[in-house]
Structures are given as structure tokens and as C-alpha cells.
């Protein structure tokens, strides 16, 4: 059985057997990912097989297995620049959060996101194929969670106060709605321009209620520091108060 099938415990990150080191080698592993790109969005995962990209990257198989495993390894791989794409365009936006404009910024970014997933079908395609297996499934969980450091670094300035293990969870949820909700607005009978206006309410909604708890755990925070401070004055004074009275009664015996 196909590694890429077998049901694991704990399912393995699927990558490139190597990936290449000289120009020429690069030329031929790029053909194959976008020969791979191409015949996915024709024919689907089911029909997709390693021999026919091999034949339209004009590679022989065995260059092509050279570098992938089989074709799970590939859709992985695609996954990956998808992904790389996806980080990339966020970078150009860092820096806008927080700021008085971050609403605007998340409406531009989205629709942003949403041009890349209209003028490029193959990312739904690969969306879809790597549901395909346990270790497909890792895979693309992995990737996920790497957008999603970044994420949370992101967030940080817009909730300053709330815990960094929640955070990181929210920059996960955040992550894992967004692909799943642009998957979703190309589907063939679904409008793509109401799918995105959903998509940004959800992610409004979210956003606030998370600056809303971070600037309420700040509040408590410092209430917390004002009643610590206040008791801590407290007995200093009482503890002023207790030497002055034996001060006193010494001088007076």
C-alpha cells in the first residue's frame, strides 16, 4: 500500500525526496509542478497520475521520481507554494495592525486573497486533493499552522493583553476559515462576491470580540496591580505605624 494511504498514528509532513540545487534541475522541477497544476484543474486528483505530468513537463518519469514519491508528495508540494504565495502577500501587509485603518486593511487583504483564488482555479484542486489521505491531511495541517505563526505575530499589537497559547489558537481558526470559506466561494453554484462578504463579517466579528477581550483583560490587569499596590502601601504604613508605637513605648520606659 501507498505509504501515503496507510492509516498513522501519527501521519507524516510529505515532501520532495530533494529538492534542486542547479539551475537545470530547478527548470525541471518547476515544469513538473506546473505540469502537475495544469492536469489537476483538467482532469481532478482521481484522474491524475504521475506519468502524464512527467509527459507534459516533457520529463522523463524517472527525473520526475527522482523528486516525488508519488502523487500525494506532489499535491503537498503545490500546497506549499500556495502557501508561500498566500505568506508572501500578507508580508506587504504587515505593519497596518494595529492601527485606526485595520478594518479597512482586513477588507483589502481579503479581497485580495479572494483575486488570487478567482484568477487561479488549481488552488481549490489542490485544496481538495490534499483531503485525500491521513498523511495528505498532516501534511496540509502543517502548512496551516506555519501561516498561522505568522498570523499571531500579526495579531500581537491588536491584543497585547490576551495569552500567547490563545492567540496562537485564534490565528489557527482564523487561518483554517479563511481557506476553507475561499474553497468554498468558488464552487460551481455558489456566488463567489456574497461568500466573500460573509467571509469578512466573520472575520470582523472575530476580530473585535478578540481586541474587545484584550482591552477588558488589560482593565482587570490593572486593577489587579492597583489593589496589589494599594495593599502593599497599606502595610507599610501599618508597619510604620507598629515601629513609631515600640519606638514610642521605648522612650517612655
Not at 41 to 51: A, K, M, P, R, Y
Not at 155 to 175: G, H, I, Q, Y
Request: net charge negative; proline share 5%.
Amino acid at each position: 500500500m501507498d505509504p501515503a494511504l496507510e492509516v498513522q498514528a501519527e501521519p507524516q509532513e510529505l515532501v520532495p525526496r530533494r529538492r534542486p540545487t542547479q539551475e537545470r534541475s530547478r527548470r525541471k522541477f518547476d515544469a513538473l509542478l506546473a505540469a502537475s497544476r495544469e492536469l489537476l484543474t483538467e482532469v481532478g486528483f482521481e484522474s491524475f497520475t504521475c506519468e502524464e505530468v512527467a509527459s507534459r513537463a516533457d520529463v522523463p518519469i524517472g527525473t520526475l521520481y527522482q523528486f516525488f514519491a508519488n502523487k500525494y508528495v506532489i499535491v503537498c508540494e503545490l500546497n506549499r507554494q500556495d502557501l508561500v504565495g498566500v505568506q508572501s502577500e500578507l508580508a506587504q501587509f504587515n505593519g497596518k495592525i494595529p492601527s485606526v485603518d485595520w478594518l479597512r486593511f482586513l477588507n483589502s487583504f481579503v479581497d485580495h486573497l479572494a483575486g488570487l483564488w478567482t484568477t487561479d482555479p488549481s488552488r481549490r484542486e489542490v485544496w481538495l486533493a490534499m483531503q485525500s489521505t491521513p498523511s495528505t491531511r498532516a501534511t496540509g495541517a502543517i502548512h496551516e499552522r506555519e501561516f498561522a505563526e505568522q498570523v499571531a505575530r500579526m495579531l500581537a499589537p491588536l491584543t497585547p493583553d490576551t495569552p500567547r497559547p490563545r492567540r496562537k489558537l485564534m490565528a489557527e481558526v482564523l487561518v483554517h476559515i479563511v481557506y476553507s470559506m475561499l474553497n468554498f466561494s468558488v464552487q460551481d453554484d455558489q456566488t463567489h462576491a456574497d461568500a466573500v462578504v460573509e467571509l469578512k463579517r466573520i472575520m470582523v466579528a472575530y476580530l473585535q470580540i478578540a481586541e474587545q477581550d484584550s482591552r477588558a483583560q488589560a482593565k482587570r490587569r490593572q486593577r489587579r496591580e492597583e489593589r496589589e499596590e494599594s495593599a502593599r502601601g497599606q502595610a507599610g504604613r501599618q508597619d510604620t505605624e507598629t515601629d513609631q508605637a515600640e519606638e514610642a513605648s521605648a522612650h517612655s520606659a
